[in-house]
Nanobody, 125 residues
Framework: VQLQASGGGLVQPGGSLRLSCAAS????????IGWFRQAPGKERERVSC????????YYDDSVKGRFIISRDNAKNTFYLQMNSLNAEDTAVYYC???????????????????WGQGTLVTVSS
């Protein structure tokens, strides 16, 4: 079971990036998915998640209206489209997935047992 995150990089304020998380060794269908981030000197925080049972989504207030989480079960991959990026979005972004029966926002990060390695997003001019 492996998750591989990619798509991070350096982007100017106001720019966009799309992060990808490819799953291998298991089928994403039936798994809740999530994106978390950890900025320097801060605790890891949940950015967005999507529930497995109904596809409902959650966004942290700091990214609401700017980020979009999506999944492509045929490609066994999920994504985080990030728009209107600002310096406060600079962090290492982690993808995670697990079989969570309830709405994804009810679960804390330690309840996800499958994690990607992280991809660095730097927003700077």
């Amino acid at each position: 079971v492996q998750l591989q995150a990619s798509g991070g990089g350096l982007v100017q304020p106001g720019g966009s990036l799309r992060l990808s998380c490819a799953a291998s060794g298991f089928t994403l269908g039936g798994y809740a998915i999530g994106w978390f981030r950890q900025a320097p000197g801060k605790e890891r925080e949940r950015v967005s998640c999507m529930s497995s049972h109904d596809g409902s989504t959650y966004y942290d207030d700091s990214v609401k209206g700017r980020f979009i989480i999506s999944r492509d079960n045929a490609k066994n991959t999920f994504y985080l489209q990030m728009n209107s990026l600002n310096a406060e979005d600079t962090a290492v972004y982690y993808c995670a997935a697990d079989r969570l029966a309830l709405s994804c926002w009810l679960y804390r990060d330690h309840e996800y047992h499958n994690w990607g390695q992280g991809t660095l997003v730097t927003v700077s001019s």
